[in-house]
């Protein structure tokens, strides 16, 4: 199993940029490195994935360095509503679903 | 809205009922995942179908716990004589199946249970 280390609480004040960094010294060859945010009572919502350097999407960038062996998420410019728990997952979510285990995530605090 | 839909949102119970989820996938999607949520935990693996074919089973599933996915399109959870222990979110999750790796898992808004 691929565990993952990531801290468990951060504060930022708005409209600066954060950035989560998760560690995953065990991944995998085909294990690829998602990224979920989840808000109190609601199901997660996929932000972001990727294998490998860097991926960019419109809400967020996600650094993956060539050891893989660790990522960091990066929310430009969070606003009170980015206030959530943020979990990173690795794994190969088509075959190993089972094995690709959501830690307790990093909560993020957002002040105005 | 063409998400994951859950349904009820919200159940209380008393212990030793039987109760009965529903989940509603994204219609294209052949893949559906049941999750279990306790309180400042990450979503727990539960089961998982392949269309009408339930593929996994983890080992957290007791055997009061029952999942089917007739006709490989909603789902339903049912938890027989329920303890207090099983208070929890439970959420359903679907993707399109097929792919290696990239597969993304999209979340429904999940049902929390409340046993009394």
């Known amino acids: 199993l691929a565990k993952t280390t990531q801290p468990i609480s951060m504060d930022s004040y708005e409209g600066q940029e954060v950035n989560i960094t998760c560690s995953h010294n065990?991944?995998?060859?085909?294990?690829?490195i998602t990224w979920y945010q989840q808000f109190p009572s609601q199901g997660p919502r996929f932000i972001i994935q990727?294998?490998?350097t860097k991926v960019t999407n419109e809400v967020a960038s996600l650094f993956i360095p060539a050891d893989r062996k660790s990522s960091t998420l990066s929310l430009p410019r969070v606003s009170l509503s980015d206030t959530a728990v943020y979990y990173c997952?690795?794994?190969?979510?088509?075959?190993?679903?089972?094995?690709?285990?959501f830690g307790p995530g990093t909560s993020l605090s957002v002040i105005p | 809205d063409t998400g994951v839909s859950q349904n009820p949102r919200h159940k209380i119970t008393k212990r030793g009922q039987n109760v009965t989820f529903r989940c509603d996938p994204i219609?294209?999607?052949?893949?559906l995942y049941w999750y279990r949520q306790t309180l400042g935990q990450g979503p727990e693996f539960l089961t998982y179908?392949?269309?009408?074919?339930?593929?996994?089973k983890s080992r957290l599933l007791s055997d009061r716990f029952s999942a089917e996915r007739p006709k490989g399109s909603f789902s339903t959870l049912e938890i027989q004589r329920t303890e207090q222990g099983d208070s929890a979110m439970y959420l359903c999750?679907?993707?399109?199946?097929?792919?290696?790796?990239?597969?993304?898992?999209?979340f429904g808004p999940g049902t929390r249970l409340l046993v009394l």
């Open positions: 999750a679907s993707s399109p199946g097929g792919g290696r790796g990239r597969e993304t898992q999209y």
């Open positions: 065990n991944i995998a060859t085909n294990d690829y």
């Open positions: 990727g294998y490998k």
């Open positions: 997952l690795v794994g190969d979510m088509g075959t190993s679903y089972d094995k690709v285990i």
């Open positions: 219609s294209e999607h052949n893949r």
């Open positions: 179908f392949q269309n009408e074919a339930q593929l996994e």
